[in-house]
């Protein structure tokens, strides 16, 4: 044996090794020197790299050159000016009377949809939660609505609006009232939206609320049962509290639904421009984009929507962490 040869073995000797504190020798185990090459995080990488480069380019990347954009002044012809970047956009947008209604009429879309959304889907819930009879046919019933498209229920509900043939306005006549003007009344419009979009969605909170009551034990109602307690008092006190996370959970996804009504209203008003009273930030912002060819103004407006969306999941995903689930 030459002495590189020694040498080399000597240091694959002494790799192996790890010398103790009290003199010994302890030879090292595999497992604290296992590659890293070979270790958990990297043998998936095949599985959730290229996803994630994927949406990392085509979602992330995408909002951020659009926030890029907003800071330019372009219109859609020819290449941005990146040299000279402001928030002109973004003070102009706070200071448009028609931003600022449509910022209005998200805010009450998002609260009355998903409020009433998540009313009538517990009152649904604990009706067929009584183990009614047919209750597979009910719960098929009210989730249907849920699987039509945007486009499909806007012409749906723009029949059941229509002033001189729609039901609704012959369902009131009965009662001596109407016709009323839903479409085209600035007063009634939102209204009109809100109750067909509530019509659409409330059977997915249904489904929610149902998983989560058949979730509690029985035991729970037998024991409110026990001490006296009436069916009111017994949701109220009982049941209801422990529905907190399902009440969370159906309330953020409904409040992205409503964030998303662009396609609605585009479906019954039949343009970017929809009746005063129901333009949102997303049809704004489609109509700077695409009609008025201000793109880096519609970028902005954009950019607002998105920190709307970002104030809805910022806080459930933090309270996902706390809880434990993220």
């Known amino acids: 044996m030459d002495l590189s040869e020694f040498l080399e073995t000597f240091k694959r000797k002494y790799r192996d090794q790890r010398i103790r504190t009290d003199g010994g020798v302890q030879q090292r185990t595999t497992s604290q020197h296992s590659s890293w090459w070979h270790s958990d995080f990297v043998r998936s990488m095949p599985y959730w790299l290229p996803p994630f480069l994927l949406m990392g380019f085509f979602v992330y990347g995408a909002i951020g050159?659009?926030?890029?954009?907003?800071?330019?002044?372009?219109?859609?012809?020819?290449?941005?000016?990146?040299?000279?970047?402001?928030?002109?956009?973004?003070?102009?947008?706070?200071?448009?009377?028609?931003?600022?209604?449509?910022?209005?009429?998200?805010?009450?879309l998002l609260v009355a949809f998903t409020l009433i959304c998540l009313i009538v889907g517990l009152l649904l819930a604990i009706l067929l939660d009584r183990q009614v009879r047919f209750e597979n046919t009910f719960?098929?019933?009210?989730?249907?609505?849920?699987?039509?498209?945007?486009?499909?229920?806007?012409?749906?509900?723009?029949?059941?609006?229509?002033?001189?043939?729609?039901?609704?306005?012959?369902?009131?006549?009965i009662f001596g009232l109407g016709p009323y003007n839903w479409i085209g009344n600035p007063k009634l419009v939102l209204g009109a939206v809100i109750f067909a979009l509530v019509w659409q969605f409330s059977g997915?909170?249904?489904?929610?609320?149902?998983?989560?009551?058949?979730?509690?034990?029985?035991?729970?109602?037998?024991?409110?049962?026990?001490?006296?307690?009436?069916?009111?008092?017994?949701?109220?006190?009982?049941?209801v509290p422990q529905l907190r996370p399902a009440i969370i959970s159906a309330a953020v996804v409904l409040m992205i639904f409503?964030?998303?009504?662009?396609?609605?209203?585009?479906?019954?008003?039949?343009?970017?421009?929809?009746?005063?009273?129901?333009?949102?930030?997303?049809?704004?912002?489609?109509?700077?984009?695409?009609?008025?060819?201000?793109?880096?103004?519609?970028?902005?407006?954009?950019?607002?929507?998105?920190?709307?969306?970002?104030?809805?999941?910022?806080p459930y995903l933090y309270y996902q962490h706390q809880e434990g689930n993220l």
């Open 65 to 108: 050159w659009n926030f890029i954009i907003s800071l330019t002044d372009y219109s859609g012809f020819g290449t941005a000016d990146y040299t000279n970047l402001d928030l002109e956009n973004y003070f102009r947008a706070f200071s448009d009377p028609e931003v600022i209604d449509a910022a209005r009429n998200t805010l009450v």
């Open 258 to 314: 409503a964030l998303k009504a662009f396609s609605f209203l585009y479906s019954i008003f039949g343009g970017f421009r929809p009746q005063k009273g129901s333009d949102i930030l997303a049809t704004k912002m489609v109509r700077e984009a695409f009609v008025t060819q201000e793109w880096a103004y519609g970028s902005s407006i954009a950019i607002i929507l998105f920190l709307m969306a970002l104030a809805v999941i910022g």
């Open 204 to 239: 997915y909170a249904m489904v929610v609320y149902l998983a989560a009551l058949r979730a509690i034990s029985d035991d729970q109602f037998e024991a409110a049962k026990v001490d006296g307690a009436t069916t009111m008092r017994m949701y109220r006190r009982v049941i």
């Open 139 to 173: 719960r098929t019933i009210y989730l249907l609505p849920m699987s039509l498209s945007f486009i499909v229920t806007g012409q749906f509900w723009l029949w059941m609006y229509n002033v001189n043939h729609g039901i609704v306005n012959k369902i009131l006549g």
